[in-house]
């Protein structure tokens, strides 16, 4: 499912009318989306006449595009009343998995989707575990994050394995330090606590390591399954999980999380 809402918005927000752009400069600024999925959106606006094609080249991407007027969609909602199915589908297998689907008549929401309406929604507390968290290519989600923790959201990271401390940093744990760097330039590291869930033994034995993925918001949804905070679970791998609402179901999860926290190690 693309979200045609969110590249819109940003669409607006990035770019100025009756002006022309290339159109993968357009897709390097909205980074944090799909790039397949932005240039739906454009060729969609293109075909409505909406943006104005300038010059066609090859690649698609060379061409230049006018902006006329920005395109108008509804904002796509999570159905709060229902466990909604949760999956990523790679390019790969979009096509003929999403005829299936759509044969089988099973609905459902893109993982990136649902984690983007999920931590918009958040008024009081975000609980986020994700083993291999990688916000590099992810800035939509870092500056949704960052806002929440403007607006007094307590948000509480647990991942796995990041030494900081390290000579030689993983790509991942470079990632988080430049995120958290960000928390320190934006005022808003008072309320993101991010801590490490991984223990080791003698000859660097794992004793005990988180697997688990979850994402609980307030106390009234939560996703758990089988992808995360990370590009690869958007983009390449097959990913699926299940939004709860059921209060008590995501309280005794809440309780889960926070027992992980309490023991594990801050970054």
Known sequence: ????????????????????????DIISVLASFNPINVKSVLTQGIMNNHYQLITTK???????????????YPEQQIDVKHSNIVLSIPPYHKSTMGVKLERSKINYVSLYDSFVDLIKSAKETIFICSPFFDLKDLMEIQNILIRKATEGVIINILTRNMDTAAK?????????IRFKSRLVTERSQTNIQ????????????????????????????AYIGSGEFRRNSFDRNFEVGIIINNKETINDLKIIFDSLFSIANKI
């Open 194 to 221: 991010i801590k490490d869930y991984h223990f080791e033994g003698e000859n660097s034995t794992v004793l005990s390591s988180i697997h688990s993925k979850l994402l609980i918001i307030d106390s009234s949804r």
């Open 58 to 72: 090859s690649p698609f991407t060379k061409s230049i595009i006018m902006i006329v007027s920005h395109q108008e």
């Open 1 to 24: 499912m693309i979200d045609y809402y969110a590249i819109n918005s940003e669409l607006k927000n990035s770019f100025k009318l009756n002006q022309e752009y290339v159109i993968e």
């Open 168 to 176: 030689d940093r993983t790509p991942r744990t470079k990632s988080l």
